[in-house]
């Protein structure tokens, strides 16, 4: 899987948690709370990234400023799997 096919996948699981049309587009340094994802729903973003990519966060990467753009996913989720 490539850097960009990983970024359409982070970005359709963010519009899917946050409720968002398809056509929308989210830049990689947009902040997601732009798009409505709060505390909660970066709990639910969490989730679905794990399941999605089948790993766990270790607690010290359970920080909020990870989950604040795509690209900060995208840099998080490269930490865990070998995608990037």
Known sequence: MERCQLINIVNSIIKEVAELHDETIIG????????????????????????????????????????????KVVELICKYVSVC
């Open 28 to 71: 990689l340094d947009d902040p997601l709370s732009d798009y409505g994802i709060n505390s909660f729903l970066s709990i639910k973003l969490l989730v679905r990234i794990e399941s999605t990519f089948e790993f766990e966060l270790i607690d010290e990467d359970l920080l909020i400023e990870n989950f604040s753009t795509t690209g």
